[in-house]
């Protein structure tokens, strides 16, 4: 069956670092796009692409990320990570107006 | 001020009750609504998805929108333990090719059995 995947499912990194958090699908959607979640805050977005070599920016995209080199993948980065970034990630593709979420990254920035 | 306003609750009801759940919006033009449920530690999944104003019904579950209003409810009907999530609210504009969702914050929904 077709599905998105995430990973890794839970990081926990230092202030400073760069962080790598992978995005798959196997869908062959030529949306996708990467979400933060925060209590009080609900799902906001950080970028999005609808195709290869295609990127924007969405919300809340300082300090992050992505490039897309194929369909399947959408990698979204963290160029030096911040407490702030600390959250839960999810990545979601789509075909017209319906998009379809991944289970989700829990960062924590110590 | 949020282009989505959603009461986050927490809202907790006994099982079987009627559920409603709402959301507003400032920009007129969003013409696309959906709603989304999310299980604890989940993704969010598709729930209902709405164009035009007034109703649309899928089992227990009733989509309205309001455009006169820039308002939208979701009702469930005999509410089930397994309804418990959080329900968010999601919303496009209508501009072609924008697939960009803007989400409510999300309310976190109990039936109690």
């Known amino acids: 069956d077709a599905e998105i995947t995430q990973s890794p499912r839970h990081k926990i990194t230092e202030t400073g670092r760069q962080v790598t958090l992978a995005c798959h699908q196997t869908?062959?959607?030529?949306?996708m796009f990467w979400y933060r979640q925060d209590l009080g805050h609900g799902l906001r977005l950080i970028h999005y692409s609808y195709g290869v070599q295609d990127t924007n920016k969405g919300e809340v995209s300082d300090g992050y990320s992505v490039s897309r080199s194929n369909t399947e993948d959408l990698p979204l980065t963290l160029e030096s990570a911040a407490s702030s970034q600390t959250s839960v990630y999810f990545c979601?593709?789509?075909?017209?107006?319906?998009?379809?979420f991944g289970p989700g990254t829990r960062l924590t920035v110590l | 001020q949020k282009e989505v306003e959603q009461d986050p609750g927490p809202l907790s009801v006994p099982e079987g009750a009627i559920v409603s759940l709402n959301c507003t919006y400032s920009?007129?033009?969003?013409?696309?609504f959906m709603w989304y449920r999310q299980y604890s530690r989940k993704g969010p999944e598709l729930l209902m998805y709405?164009?035009?104003?007034g109703n649309k019904e899928d089992g227990r579950f009733t989509a309205q929108v309001d455009k006169s209003s820039k308002y939208i409810s979701l009702f469930i009907r005999d509410s089930q333990p397994s309804d418990s999530a959080t329900y968010l609210c999601?919303?496009?504009?209508?501009?072609?090719?924008?697939?960009?969702?803007?989400f409510g914050q999300g309310t976190r929904l109990t039936i109690n059995p």
């Open positions: 869908w062959n959607h030529n949306n």
């Open positions: 999601a919303m496009k504009k209508g501009t072609q090719g924008a697939q960009k969702l803007v």
């Open positions: 709405t164009y035009s104003s």
């Open positions: 979601a593709s789509g075909k017209g107006d319906t998009q379809y």
């Open positions: 920009n007129s033009a969003f013409q696309y």
